[in-house]
């Protein structure tokens, strides 16, 4: 059974960084490609960010390129985000979610999700 | 950037009635690369129907995916009490993944 669970969410202040984790288990995780989506509260489904499976080619939203980095751990099975300069607008809740295969764009497993909220 | 425009916003329906979700798209979008979420309050969105029309593993066939080109359509036969929630549709394009702005099914 695949399970994703992040964890490194919390309460920051405007400008202040933070990084995420997502532990991966159940499939082979350097074989898919994995993605960061946040939701504001009350709000809809924004991508933040996407890597392959062997961590060399990246995407950003415009959102967040240039402060927000994704990277993974294949030893750990662990994805990572790493969010510097935050706004009060990266508030919500983080979820990591794997691309369902090489062919199919979509996100076949998702994590429960952590909450970052951006506030002084 | 390709824009995804869900309507309507809101529908509200009965259990047993159909329910016809709809999303339009700035541009052609490739059929593989568009998909469709369930989300109900507290959890995390669940992948419904790639390709615009592959049920997911698990999805009931009261689930239907349709379309092509700009306009795609996420149809719900007849829907049970579970089925009342927030429907996104997905594309990606050029690297990029964008969500459509979601449409909730309610309780008439």
């Known amino acids: 059974e695949v399970q994703l669970l992040e964890s490194g969410g919390g309460l920051v202040q405007p400008g202040g960084s933070l990084r995420l984790s997502c532990a991966a288990s159940g499939f082979t995780f350097s074989s898919y490609a994995m993605n960061w989506v946040r939701q504001a509260p009350g709000k809809g489904l924004e991508w933040v960010s996407s890597i392959s499976g062997s961590g060399s080619s990246t995407h950003y939203a415009d959102s967040v390129k240039g402060r927000f980095t994704i990277s993974r751990d294949n030893s750990k099975n662990t994805l990572y985000l790493q969010m510097n300069s935050l706004r009060a607008d990266d508030t919500a809740v983080y979820y990591c979610a794997k691309k369902y295969s090489t062919s199919w764009y979509c996100l076949d497993n998702w994590g429960l999700g952590t909450l970052v909220t951006v506030s002084s | 950037e390709i824009v995804l425009t869900q309507s309507p916003g809101t529908l509200s329906l009965s259990p047993g009635e159909r329910a016809t979700l709809s999303c339009r798209a700035s541009?052609?979008?490739?059929?593989?690369?568009l998909a469709w979420y369930q989300q109900k309050p507290g959890q995390a969105p669940r992948l419904l129907i790639y390709?615009?029309?592959s049920r997911a593993t698990g999805i009931p066939d009261r689930f239907s995916g349709s379309g092509s080109g700009t306009d795609f359509t996420l149809t719900i036969s007849r829907l049970e009490p579970e089925d009342f929630a927030v429907y996104y549709c997905?594309?990606?394009?050029?690297?990029?993944?964008?969500f459509g702005q979601g449409t909730k099914v309610e309780i008439k």
């Open positions: 390709g615009a029309s």
């Open positions: 997905q594309q990606y394009d050029y690297s990029r993944w964008a």
């Open positions: 541009q052609s979008v490739t059929s593989s690369y």
